[in-house]
Nanobody, 124 residues
C-alpha cells in the first residue's frame, strides 16, 4: 500500500558522506518498518539497515555498522540513511523498503514495498 521513493544518491570520494532520503506516501507511515538495502553490480541485494516503527530499534549489517545511521521522522513520512566514511565497496544502488510486519530478523524479512533505488558511487 505504501509507496517509497529514494533520493540523495550521487558521487562522492572515499571517506566522504552522503545522506539518502526515503519519502513514503499512500499509507500510514508509522505502521511500517523500514529498511535500506543495496545492490552492487554483479552482486545480490544486500541488507544495510533497518528501523522499527517507532525508531526505537535499529539494526545494521556488519559492513556498514559504525558508519551508517538510519533514522525516521514519522511526522514527515521519511526515513534517512546517513552514510559516513564511505568506501568504494559501498558503491551500489540503494533501495528503500517498507513492510507492515516487523521481524526479529530484519535482514531476512521479505519487504512488501520497494523504491526504485538511488545510485551511490564512491570513488577511490
Amino acid at each position: 500500500q505504501v509507496q517509497v521513493e529514494e533520493s540523495g544518491g550521487g558521487l562522492v570520494q572515499a571517506g566522504g558522506s552522503l545522506r539518502l532520503s526515503c519519502a513514503a506516501s499512500g499509507g500510514t507511515f508509522s505502521r511500517y518498518v523500514m529498511a535500506w538495502f543495496r545492490q552492487a553490480p554483479g552482486k545480490e541485494r544486500e541488507f544495510a539497515a533497518y528501523i522499527s516503527r517507532s525508531g526505537s530499534f535499529t539494526q545494521y549489517a556488519d559492513s556498514v555498522k559504525g558508519r551508517f545511521t538510519i533514522s525516521r521522522d514519522n511526522a514527515k513520512n521519511t526515513v534517512i540513511l546517513q552514510m559516513n566514511s564511505l568506501k568504494p565497496e559501498d558503491t551500489a544502488v540503494y533501495y528503500c523498503a517498507a513492510d507492515a510486519y516487523g521481524s526479529s530478523s530484519p535482514a531476512a524479512l521479505r519487504y512488501g514495498t520497494w523504491g526504485q533505488g538511488t545510485q551511490v558511487t564512491v570513488s577511490s
